[in-house]
């Protein structure tokens, strides 16, 4: 009878680096997306290099900022801005130690259901 030689058996931790998981953001409710909106708001606000494409997106200057932010739909307006640049939208959600997703979360929050057109 022939005996195989057996290797020895290493005790190794499973290799992990491209398994883990992202864990899911938690829903958000309409004052936790108006919050957020606000905070991506500020994060504009808070360097001129961000605040202009954002001015000039939407045709507001500094001096109607704060009146137009009353307005129903300006807060999505924040989000969607945020959201159209990959740049822009990771460097807020690291900011604040955030999911990305969660600011998708909070724009169709903001957006309401969709509109439901009957022929």
């Excluded at 190794?12 to 958000?28: C, F, G, L, N, W």
């Excluded at 045709?59 to 307006?77: D, K, V, Y």
């Excluded at 740049?87 to 929050?109: H, K, M, W």
Aim: a negative charge; glycine letters at 6%.
């Amino acid at each position: 009878m022939m005996k195989l030689a057996r290797e020895p058996l290493t005790k190794r931790k499973p290799d992990r680096r491209h398994t883990e998981q992202i864990a899911m953001p938690r829903p958000i409710n309409l004052q936790e997306a108006e919050t957020l909106a606000l905070r991506a708001l500020a994060f504009l606000a808070s360097e001129p290099e961000r605040l202009e494409p954002f001015l000039a997106a939407t045709g507001l200057g500094p001096a109607t900022l704060r009146s137009a932010a009353q307005e129903p739909g300006f807060l999505l307006g924040v989000i969607d801005h945020l959201c159209a640049s990959d740049s822009l939208l990771l460097e807020f959600a690291a900011n604040l130690g955030l999911n990305p997703e969660i600011v998708g979360q909070a724009r169709e929050i903001l957006a309401g259901p969709p509109e439901v057109f009957e022929p």
